[in-house]
């Protein structure tokens, strides 16, 4: 049975998801006091169509939510996450969400 297992990696400055201890999956970011700037998803070509980029998303996102963070979802995968899971766009300041092309509110 495979397990994924993701966790942050603050001195990388990303999020890292293990696949039975391989690397499977990252969420860069660059964090600035109570903002969080997501800047890339990336997931190797073997693990697509796991799931995983959107496990990963739901995982920082929730994240954030739990740290009391602000996020700038300058990464595209990212963005249209949030854009596809409305509940997540309160994370997303207000006058932030249309450089982004998220909705003003929902």
């Given at each position: 049975?495979?397990?994924l297992a993701?966790?942050d ?5 990303r999020?890292e998801?293990?696949l039975d201890g ?14 969080i ?6 997931v ?5 169509g ?6 990963l998303?739901?995982?920082v996102l929730?994240d ?7 996020v ?7 963005s249209?996450?949030?854009a596809?899971h ?6 997303v300041?207000a006058?932030?969400?249309?450089r982004?092309k998220l909705?003003?509110?929902?």
């Open positions: 049975m495979t397990e993701i966790t990696a603050p001195d990388e400055s999020y998801a293990n391989t690397l499977a999956g990252v969420v860069e970011y660059q964090l600035d006091g109570d903002v700037m997501f800047t890339h998803t990336g190797p070509s073997e693990f697509e796991r799931g995983i980029a959107s496990q998303a739901r995982y929730d954030a939510r739990r740290r009391g963070l602000e700038l979802p300058r990464c595209p995968y990212i249209g996450w949030i596809r409305l509940d997540y766009l309160d994370l300041p006058a932030s969400r249309s982004y909705p003003s509110d929902a």
